[in-house]
């Protein structure tokens, strides 16, 4: 039986970039593509496990592929979570109560990722992006939908149930007692 496939690869910024975190994704075999902070000359005298995992690491940023990955990470996770913070708003959002916030943000992440899905789906993830031919892609999309709905919704009406606990049920009324 073929294993599950795992991670094989970490892309991240430079706040996760550590000798820790560099020597435990070596030694679990993943590839990690981590930005570097501009730390200065470094000293490997007491961590040469470290250092390889870094100089791989520094290797892999630096080559045609970890750019590519870098860059696509940040247009696929920082650039919308940039727009939601200050074109959203929630960087100066005052509400009372921490859960409160967090229900905020979370439709706030639900509306984006949305968006995100429109726009792999049907190639428009805002409003205004639905003018012109993507506008009747999607109202025949809807159209469908609801001609699908309506057709079940007939298919299950004309099949309906006659036993008096299963209508009951089907109708959202309680049953009466029997006497």
């Given at each position: 039986m073929p294993e599950a496939a795992g991670v094989s690869e970490v892309v991240a910024d430079k706040g996760y970039h550590s000798n820790e975190t560099m020597v435990d994704l070596a030694a679990v075999e993943v590839r990690s593509y981590i930005a570097e902070p501009d730390r200065g000359r470094r000293c490997w005298k007491n961590a040469p496990e470290a250092r390889d995992a870094v100089y791989g690491n520094r290797r892999r940023v630096r080559g045609k592929r970890g750019r590519r990955l870098l860059r696509r990470r940040g247009e696929l996770v920082e650039r919308p979570f940039a727009h939601l913070f200050e074109t959203g708003g929630i960087r100066r959002?005052?509400?009372?109560?921490?859960?409160?916030?967090?229900?905020?943000?979370?439709?706030?992440?639900?509306?984006?990722?949305?968006?995100?899905?429109?726009?792999?789906?049907?190639?428009?993830?805002?409003?205004?992006?639905?003018?012109?031919?993507?506008?009747?892609?999607?109202?025949?999309?809807?159209g469908r939908f609801v001609g699908l709905w309506s057709g079940l919704e007939r298919l299950l009406t004309r099949f309906r149930p006659h036993s008096a606990r299963v209508a009951a049920l089907w109708s959202h009324r309680p049953l009466q007692p029997a006497i």
């Amino acid at each position: 039986m073929p294993e599950a496939a795992g991670v094989s690869e970490v892309v991240a910024d430079k706040g996760y970039h550590s000798n820790e975190t560099m020597v435990d994704l070596a030694a679990v075999e993943v590839r990690s593509y981590i930005a570097e902070p501009d730390r200065g000359r470094r000293c490997w005298k007491n961590a040469p496990e470290a250092r390889d995992a870094v100089y791989g690491n520094r290797r892999r940023v630096r080559g045609k592929r970890g750019r590519r990955l870098l860059r696509r990470r940040g247009e696929l996770v920082e650039r919308p979570f940039a727009h939601l913070f200050e074109t959203g708003g929630i960087r100066r959002v005052h509400l009372r109560g921490h859960s409160n916030i967090l229900k905020r943000l979370l439709v706030h992440v639900a509306g984006l990722n949305l968006g995100l899905l429109l726009r792999q789906a049907i190639g428009a993830g805002t409003p205004r992006g639905l003018r012109g031919g993507v506008a009747s892609a999607v109202c025949g999309l809807i159209g469908r939908f609801v001609g699908l709905w309506s057709g079940l919704e007939r298919l299950l009406t004309r099949f309906r149930p006659h036993s008096a606990r299963v209508a009951a049920l089907w109708s959202h009324r309680p049953l009466q007692p029997a006497i």
